[in-house]
């Protein structure tokens, strides 16, 4: 199983992204879809996940700003960011789980700066 994400980039503080992240392999049955971020200097925390039913699940930091969505057909995972603040500034990185194993992809900077 692979992962791949796309999205990241510079943005002014009260504007948008979105991420994307692809899973390529085998990819069948119950999982866990979900994205992390790390800050520099900080240890890596949870954003937010969806579970193969639809099921989601949000930190504190990014509920009302943030939409996670997944598209089961095309394995892709999306993080719709709104209203971004400078202290989103991080990598993020997306995560597959199943069957207790953990996938994970390669981080996409995301930095919000005027």
């Known amino acids: 199983v692979q992962l791949q994400a796309f999205g990241g980039g510079l943005v002014q503080p009260g504007g948008s992204l979105r991420l994307s992240c692809v899973v390529s392999g085998r990819v069948f049955g119950a999982n866990v879809m979900g994205w992390y971020r790390q800050a520099p200097g900080k240890q890596r925390e949870l954003v937010a996940t969806i579970v193969s039913n639809g099921f989601t699940n949000y930190a504190e930091a990014v509920k009302g700003r943030f939409a996670i969505s997944r598209d089961n057909a095309k394995n892709t995972v999306y993080l719709q960011m709104h209203s971004l603040k400078p202290e989103d500034t991080a990598a993020y990185y997306c995560?597959?789980?199943?069957?207790?194993?953990?996938?994970w992809g390669q981080g996409t900077q995301v930095t919000v700066s005027s």
């Open positions: 995560k597959f789980s199943a069957r207790g194993i953990h996938y």
